[in-house]
């Protein structure tokens, strides 16, 4: 079994005949199987269209066959899949456009699951996939207020500017809020034996994108995930997340802000650029 839950790459699409008789194929992961045509005038690009086709990019304007490959996952949320119901897909060109309704169905092989049943899959999926971009967001914002004190530091030396006790007050932050950081994502540390590193866990960073492909998986069962509601084991383990995360965070913002203002408030007395508030 492959790492999508089936057999093989060839047959990730179900085949199942209907009450009529009448055969249905449902694939479940197009990448290979239902690619787009490729090569010259035949919209080539990625797996499903020309480029960016299925992921927010725009469509060649060079003349021939284009198609674009929506996987029913909204980007804006997280990727969740979308739930069953009604759709428009909307193409504008230079002086034109065009729309056009369609509807998304339930899975046929899944008879039991409810729409409510999908709706709560798309609205937990997205909620995870939110608190994910808090997470990482956050982290950037440690990484580039990081960056933009050495650099006042770097260009004050440059300058052959009295940089006083910035270098110390700069380690001084980042010794703060170390240990809280690992707690989102734990540092590589190749240099040390695994015997000898603080069991910390894998970090609420590699957590939530468990949990988010749980919730999200497009192999159902097979791949590690369920479709339809998200089960009572898998709420508990958003409950425990968002627990964590708070604990972090309640605890990991207030202190960068301290190290921010500490070494802000000694910047202005050398007269020197301090760290944005954009940072």
């Keep these: 079994i492959n790492s999508d839950g089936y057999w093989v790459r060839a047959s990730d699409y179900s085949i199942f005949r209907d009450q009529s008789g009448k055969f249905h194929v449902i694939p479940h992961d197009a990448n290979e199987t239902f690619q787009a045509p490729m090569g010259p005038g035949m919209g080539g690009g990625g797996p499903g269209g ?13 003349p021939g066959f284009h198609r674009v490959v929506w996987r029913l996952r909204d980007q804006g949320r997280g990727n969740a899949k979308v ?129 988010l492909g749980y919730f999200n998986s497009g192999g159902g069962y097979g791949a590690g995930g369920a479709e339809g509601a998200p089960t009572e084991g898998g709420l508990a383990r958003k409950t425990d997340l968002e627990a964590a995360w708070a604990e972090v965070r309640d605890a990991l913002v207030p202190a960068l802000e301290q190290g921010i203002e500490r070494f802000n408030a000694e910047a202005n007395r050398l007269g020197l650029e301090g760290i944005g508030s954009g940072n």
């Design 50 to 62: 020309g480029p960016g086709a299925g992921r927010g990019g725009g469509l060649s304007a060079e």
């Design 83 to 211: 739930p069953p119901g009604s759709y428009t897909a909307r193409l504008s060109w230079d002086g034109g456009k065009a729309e056009r309704a369609f509807r998304v169905l339930p899975d046929p092989l899944n008879p039991s699951i409810t729409q409510a049943d999908y709706e709560t899959q798309y609205r937990i999926t997205a909620e995870v996939a939110a608190a994910a971009g808090e997470i990482r967001a956050l982290l950037r914002r440690i990484g580039s207020t990081r960056d933009a004190a050495a650099e006042i530091v770097t260009a004050a030396r440059e300058a052959d500017r009295d940089v006083g006790p910035l270098p110390e007050l700069l380690e001084r932050m980042a010794a703060e809020i170390a240990p809280l950081v690992a707690r989102l994502d734990p540092p590589d540390r190749p240099d040390v034996p695994v015997s000898e590193i603080p069991a910390t866990g894998a970090g609420l960073v590699s957590d939530y994108g468990t949990l």
